[in-house]
């Protein structure tokens, strides 16, 4: 690595999917970390983030969904991982529920959480970015985000 290296951001990329029904949305709880998420996860690399959408929810949920559209895109750096920008897409409906087959390495239940509660199971910044990827997939529009809220060219419009 050169110096000129060291003048440019190294964002880590994560792709997320949004799972909709009306006013609640599908959260899946992790068997580490900080607990109740959206599937999804990081980018790889060379892997484009809607790639990485569609294996993490065959990865986690047994799907075979490809994301339709981009709800949020979200600055959101994070004192502990430094720069990230995460990707949340919306999968469509979700169909048959006994057709899920959750990663028990990673997940062991999945809920519907009315969007009004989600703060009760997400970390802030997580719930934020859920209520915005809520309103967009509602309005039929994509969001860009700055630490899970409107940036200063969106927040006119909200």
């Known amino acids: 690595m050169n110096a000129e290296d060291n003048q440019f951001a190294r ?23 900080s607990g109740w998420d959206i599937p999804g996860g990081y980018v790889e690399p060379g ?11 065959l990865e986690e949920l047994g799907i075979d969904r490809p994301p339709r559209r981009l709800l949020v895109h979200d600055w959101a750096p994070n004192p502990g991982d430094g720069d990230k920008i995460l990707f949340l897409f919306d999968c469509g409906e979700l169909g048959d529920e006994r057709s899920i087959k959750l990663q028990e390495s990673e997940l062991d239940h999945w809920e519907w959480v009315p969007v009004d509660k989600v703060d009760d199971y997400a ?26 809220e409107p940036a200063p060219a969106d927040r006119d419009r909200s």
Do not use: M, N, W
């Open 11 to 33: 964002a880590r990329l994560a792709a997320g999917a949004l799972f909709v029904r009306g006013d609640r949305i599908l959260l899946v709880h992790k068997t580490y970390g």
């Open 47 to 57: 892997e484009a983030p809607a790639a990485a959408c569609h294996r993490e929810v």
């Open 123 to 148: 970390i802030p910044r997580l719930a934020r970015r859920l209520r915005q990827a809520h309103i967009a997939s509602a309005r039929g529009t994509t969001l860009y985000l700055e630490h899970g």
